[in-house]
């Protein structure tokens, strides 16, 4: 860390102080390799630095830049340092609003990265502009190594989740994709559902807070559940093959150890064979030796031939004796070399026994495959039984619900109760708003009596300023794009709250659907409510015999009125807290909206007070410059006079001198 740290301050002219202070800290605290700059505001230059020293020269697993408030640019030679790096496994970029640079920087990394596992995008705005989500997507599509990806509060709709269908068609290593608090839709939740039948390596989707029916969501969380069942089946059947692999390999050293040692025993053998030769022909040596020995004797001693015929004889016996004993070894190699061969083959044979039985019990492993699918077949159909059963549970629940709309009158006087009780809080809260407003006008005018003792303020200062030229004219132009900088990022901050109070609005008028969708139930219901009066009337003959099931209808009604009394509270109270989080949303974008028009007036003061002594300048330095032409004109005409009368003088004295006596007396000398 501390040589990442010299590095950082050797390539940046400026360095930040915050992040030396961190990188110092990492330093001095032990622990796993890891870049942790989150909350920190880093600079262009910074992230150009650390997009040069990611790639080699650090080797960090993960790396933190969370909340902070990272620029377009700065992310894109952040990341462009990220594409070719080895180390880091995890990537953090939440809070830092991406947007097209950021998502086109994002989907380069995905195609070219081969080492990022997790990555986290939480908090920022890729799905506002579907040019750059689409070339998002089409990096994740091409990326086969990233394992979790984090996409909370993008701001995705349904057209974004169909570009993260396609890329989960072609994705093959992604295991959990986390779109929480989106705007993904009913058609949207359809395309990523569609995308589930051909991927089968996610594990883990999270849709909540994105309007998704729930039928939609339990038919994502079955497709879940079926590729994490297929995860388990596949890893047992990966340990099984390897477990029968490391059996054979296992077999077959064996079979290596006892073939090197039957090699072992036939080459100790041969060695003692080679031994036995070496001593018998040493033996057969010193036999000749003794022969030559005695046909010296012979041609010596003619006189003692008897003794040597005899000597003779038992040597020839000796010699026979011993070639016996030489074609018996021979014999007994030969038929060692035989045992030894045919115990090579029944080896040979016992293995390929062993092979066969291996084949066997894989064939055998490979049928309970078929049956624990042919098992999985049989749990699906019995699950469509199951969902078929449900089918007819909810045809007799719409049958019992039919039958006790009789008792709706109170529940629908009730509601009307609460319709009253919903009408005067929305009247207290328009009473609420109009005193904030006044609150409003009232700090307005202050900050409109601010601003005129700031113009004043600001008409000393041209004053003063009008002496020195150049250094105003220096200080306007930083001012003015120090303005134009902020003009733009307040610009851009009303553009995200208009785009968020767009998406409130939108959840409003979800909300009124729905209140006048239960409005119309309500009138259904009293319809039905006429229609079931009349077949009472048509029907009080058959009263007493359904009296007791009444009552016990009656018990059930109180229960469910009792619940549905629980629900409608619950929708009155998010109502009011939606209704509450609006109008602050309305009152903060009204303040923000009068603060833009105060900051382009001030603008449009500051730009015009600043032409106006620019012309004045100009206008003086051209009066000046005038001035000075008419000054070396006068200067010209000053030296032409003089020239001349110079001239003339000249001319005059000369002829003076000429026509005198001393011209004539000089002229003769």
Same mark, same amino acid.
């Given at each position: ?13 400026? %360095?930040?102080?915050?992040?030396? +202070? ?7 605290? %032990? ?10 505001? =880093? ?11 990611? %790639?080699?020269?650090?080797?960090? *697993? ?16 952040? =990341? ?132 998704? %029916? ?95 015929? *005899? ?7 000796? !010699? ?8 018996? /070894? ?8 035989? @045992? ?57 629940? /719409?049958?019992? /619900? ?46 409109? @009596? ?39 990022? !307040? ?55 359904? +009296? ?64 106006? *002594? ?42 003076? !001198? ?12």
């Amino acid at each position: 860390m501390e040589e990442f740290r010299r590095a950082y301050e050797r390539l940046c002219a400026a %360095p930040q102080d915050a992040v030396l +202070r961190r990188l110092r800290e990492r330093g001095e605290a %032990p622990g796993r390799a890891r870049l942790d700059l989150t909350e920190q505001s =880093l600079s262009l230059e910074t992230c150009g630095a650390l997009g040069r020293l990611l %790639p080699g020269a650090a080797h960090f *697993a993960e790396v933190a830049l969370g909340d902070c408030g990272l620029s377009e640019d700065g992310v894109k030679l952040l =990341l462009h340092g990220l594409c070719s790096n080895t180390t880091v496994k995890s990537l953090d970029l939440k809070g830092n609003n991406l947007r097209t640079t950021g998502a086109e920087a994002l989907g380069k990394l995905l195609r070219q990265n081969k080492s990022i596992r997790s990555l986290i995008l939480e908090w920022n705005s890729l799905g506002v502009w579907e040019e750059g989500f689409s070339f998002f997507c089409q990096g994740l599509g091409a990326n086969n190594f990233l394992q979790k990806l984090d996409l909370r509060n993008n701001q995705i709709n349904h057209h974004g989740a169909g570009e993260l269908a396609v890329a989960l068609k072609r994705n093959a290593s992604l295991q959990e994709l986390d779109l929480r608090w989106n705007n993904i839709g009913l058609l949207g939740g359809r395309a990523l559902l569609n995308c589930l039948q051909s991927n089968k390596t996610l594990k883990k989707l999270e849709l909540a807070g994105n309007n998704v %029916p729930s039928d939609i969501l339990k038919a994502v969380e079955q497709a879940m559940d079926h590729n994490q069942d297929r995860q388990t089946i596949l890893s047992e059947t990966q340990h099984r093959t390897c477990v029968l692999s490391k059996e054979i390999l296992s077999l077959k050293d064996e079979k290596t150890k006892q073939f090197l040692d039957l090699m072992d025993t036939i080459d100790k053998q041969r060695e003692e064979i080679a031994r036995s030769g070496r001593i018998s022909a040493g033996r057969v040596s010193q036999l000749q030796e003794a022969l030559n020995e005695q046909h010296s004797i012979m041609n010596s001693l003619k006189a003692k031939l008897q003794m040597t015929e *005899a000597a003779l004889a038992l040597s020839e016996q000796k !010699v026979h004796n011993l070639g016996e004993l030489l074609s018996a /070894t021979k014999q007994e190699q030969a038929s060692m070399a035989e @045992r030894h061969f045919a115990e090579l083959q029944q080896q040979k044979q016992e293995g390929a026994e062993r092979e066969g039985k291996l084949f066997r019990d894989l064939s055998a492993s490979n049928e309970k495959n078929l049956l624990l699918r042919n098992q999985v077949d049989e749990l699906e159909k019995k699950c469509k039984v199951q969902q078929d059963q449900l089918f007819q549970l909810k045809q007799d629940l /719409t049958n019992t /619900t039919a039958e006790l709309k009789l008792r709706a009158v109170q529940a629908e006087e009730r509601l009307e109760m609460e319709k009253r009780r919903f009408k005067q809080s929305l009247e207290d809260m328009e009473s609420l708003r109009l005193k904030e407003v006044d609150h409003l006008t009232q700090h307005m005018e202050a900050s409109e @009596r601010s601003m005129q003792d700031r113009v004043q303020r600001l008409e000393a200062i041209r004053i003063a300023l009008e002496e020195e030229l150049s250094q105003v004219k220096a200080a306007a132009l930083t001012e003015r794009g120090h303005a134009e900088e902020e003009l733009i990022k !307040v610009r851009n901050q009303a553009r995200l709250d208009e785009q968020r109070v767009e998406h409130l609005e939108e959840k409003l008028r979800l909300m009124t659907e729905a209140r006048d969708e239960a409005q119309n139930c309500c009138l259904k219901q009293k319809q039905m409510v006429g229609e079931a009066q009349v077949k009472a009337n048509q029907l009080s003959l058959h009263a007493d015999g359904l +009296r007791r099931r009444i009552e016990e209808l009656q018990q059930d009604l109180n229960s469910k009125e009792q619940e549905k009394v629980t629900e409608v509270n619950k929708v009155k109270v998010e109502l009011q807290e939606q209704i509450g989080h609006l109008q602050a949303e309305r009152t903060a974008q009204e303040g923000l909206r009068e603060k833009i028009a105060a900051l382009e007036r001030q603008l449009k003061v500051l730009s015009s007070n600043h032409r106006e *002594a620019l012309l004045d300048k100009e206008g003086e330095i051209s009066m000046l410059m005038e001035k000075l032409r008419m000054k070396e004109a006068d200067i010209s005409r000053m030296k032409e006079e003089e020239a001349q009368r110079a001239s003339i003088l000249q001319n005059a004295i000369m002829a003076y !001198v000429q026509g005198s006596s001393l011209g004539t007396h000089s002229l003769r000398k």
